[in-house]
């Protein structure tokens, strides 16, 4: 079985060629720095959260807009939300094994799950932003199904980008999105991986620079 995550997924499935060579011939896509800032704020973010949560409340930027309440078991989200263990669930008939890390969760009127995920950007978000992190959702639905959690049909990405800066504070604005969310959508992302990594080599993608990197570098 080969592991994979929802990230993962996402940034290989631009290129099909990306995706085989990771996975058949162990060449990986160049990580570049990581960049720590968004990671950090993150943090900073979960920590705003959890204080709401100990409250039994929602924070301001998402009161009266979500369909939901906090998810209150903190030390079981913070076992979700750990990249080492996180949610994880196996696909025997697509020879996968996936694993990820929630932000937060929400838990609709009905009991079901909705998964919540905060993006840090340094722009306001366009209209097609979203559809991005599209996969990301889907799959963590499907792993919310799998390990035996009802999941909801929808869920929310919560935008965060800064707006100013003074007196040694930084002021955001946040936007909140809601998405329709899909299990069944997760488990033919999944299907399509796994045709993909089974198949022949696919061709260089034409719009893909990894791809255009390698070209040039074995003409050199």
């Keep these: 079985m080969i592991k994979v995550s929802p990230s993962l997924i996402g940034s290989l499935l631009e290129c099909p060629r990306c995706l085989w060579l990771h996975f058949n011939e162990g060449i990986k896509r160049p990580s570049g720095i990581f960049p720590s800032l968004p990671s950090g704020m993150d943090g900073v973010?979960?920590?705003?959260?959890?204080?709401?949560?100990?409250?039994?409340?929602?924070p301001p930027e998402i009161d009266g807009k979500v369909s939901g309440k906090l998810f209150l078991d903190s030390e079981q989200l913070k076992i979700w939300g750990n990249n080492r263990k996180g949610l994880r669930a196996e696909f025997p008939e697509y020879d996968l094994t996936m694993g990820g890390a929630i932000d937060d969760l929400l838990i609709d009127s009905d009991g079901k799950f909705v998964p919540f995920d905060f993006k840090t950007r340094g722009y306001p978000i366009k209209e097609d932003t979203h559809e991005y992190y599209q996969h990301q959702l889907d799959l963590y639905s499907l792993l919310f199904e799998k390990n035996g959690h009802p999941a909801a049909d929808y869920g929310y990405l919560l935008f965060f980008y800064p707006k100013s800066y003074s007196k040694n504070k930084a002021t955001f604005i946040?936007?909140?999105?809601?998405m329709t969310v899909s299990p069944k959508r997760g488990l033919e992302i999944l299907r399509k991986v796994n045709e993909i990594v089974s198949g022949k080599k696919p061709k260089a993608h034409i719009e893909c620079a990894y791809c255009l990197y390698r070209k040039t570098y074995k003409k050199l």
């Design 45 to 58: 973010f979960k920590r705003y959260f959890e204080s709401y949560r100990k409250k039994g409340l929602l």
């Design 174 to 178: 946040t936007e909140l999105v809601k």
